[in-house]
């Protein structure tokens, strides 16, 4: 895959990081699922199984989609992060 490459120390680094947030947070999920969530916004959970991030959506009483990013596909997203920052900047240097 082209693109950016994803430093592996940056990416364990914020992997590390988001899983303290989230060890840090204690809901009624744990208890059903052995996960802490955290809220990105907008209806959007994240939560930390040990291996892979988890995100998805509630109605209030059940979960309604997931989406779960095993440690591959999240280097690919971060990278896909990447590249819109830099498409970003082109587009502003552009203008200015």
């Known amino acids: 895959m082209s693109g950016v490459k994803v430093d592996p120390?940056?990416?364990w680094l914020l992997l590390f990081f988001f899983w303290l947030c989230c060890r840090k947070i204690?809901?009624?999920n744990e208890a059903e699922h052995g996960w802490r969530w955290l809220l990105l916004g907008d209806g959007l959970f994240a939560s930390f199984d040990?291996?892979?991030i988890v995100l998805y959506t509630t109605d209030g009483i059940r979960?309604?989609?997931q989406v779960y990013l095993e440690p591959e596909v999240l280097a690919a997203f971060l990278r896909y992060i990447e590249l819109l920052k830099k498409q970003?900047?082109?587009m502003f240097e552009c203008i200015g």
């Open 26 to 28: 204690r809901t009624r």
């Open 63 to 65: 979960t309604t989609n």
């Open 50 to 52: 040990g291996w892979q």
């Open 88 to 90: 970003q900047l082109k």
């Open 9 to 11: 120390g940056v990416f």
